[in-house]
């Protein structure tokens, strides 16, 4: 089954920018999230890096309401499934692998695949997914380097991630080929310990009247 586009495509065009964020500590999923979705950005991307990700990705989905929970670096099927049954309305990948894709196939929850470079869009294409993650964007090119995939591979659409902020980002969503954009300064891991949920407020509420 390839990716359904019109899903991924709603989370993509909840706002401009979608958190992508790092828990330490669950109890703090909560506000956290209840800040962004009050600034303006309700698709939330936490990633699978830490011990508490998914405990944390459950309590923001039975708890923030109007928040769209989502999975980030997640790798294989035990983690796509773990996901899942956590709450997570959509899945990110850093890249993309027969097998992952092979998994997502098993599930209703779409899945935002990552690629960095021409070869690896048209394999997605080839499988269906035309929803991408442009990563790590900075590192692998660029919006000058996106730009350029554009008119060769017009189906693709992307979410550029990876060195992406608040000054750089509207160089990437004024491309005709990017929906929105992956960012971590909205809600670093020092405002997240430190509880500055006014300033991740005021971030997010910046980051969701950007335009390209």
């Known amino acids: 089954m390839p990716q359904n586009i019109a899903r991924v495509e709603q989370v993509m065009l909840a706002a401009p920018v979608i958190p992508v964020l790092i828990i330490e500590d669950a109890k703090k999923a909560v506000p956290m999230a209840e800040a962004l979705v009050r600034g303006g950005l309700p698709a939330i991307e936490i990633t699978l890096r830490t011990g508490c990700a998914l405990e944390a990705i459950k309590l923001v989905a039975d708890n923030v309401e109007g928040a769209i929970p989502g999975a980030g670096t997640v790798l294989n099927l035990a983690q796509y499934e773990a996901a899942v049954e ?19 196939e098993q599930f209703d929850v ?39 995939l554009s008119s060769p591979l017009a189906a693709a659409k992307f979410c550029p991630t990876g060195g992406v902020s608040l000054e750089k980002a509207p160089s990437y969503l004024a491309l005709p080929n990017v929906l929105c954009v992956g ?3 909205i809600a670093d891991a020092k405002a997240i310990a430190s509880e ?17």
């Open 86 to 104: 956590a709450g997570s309305k959509f899945i990110v990948s850093p890249g993309a692998t027969p097998k992952l894709l092979d998994a997502a």
């Open 196 to 212: 500055d949920w006014a300033g991740i407020e005021e971030r997010a509420r910046a980051a969701a009247s950007l335009k390209g």
């Open 110 to 148: 779409p899945l935002l695949p990552g690629a960095a470079t021409s070869s690896e869009v048209m394999a997605l294409l080839e499988r269906g997914y035309e929803r991408l993650k442009f990563f790590p964007a900075e590192q692998a090119g660029g919006a000058a380097y996106l730009k350029s």
């Open 183 to 185: 960012g971590s300064w």
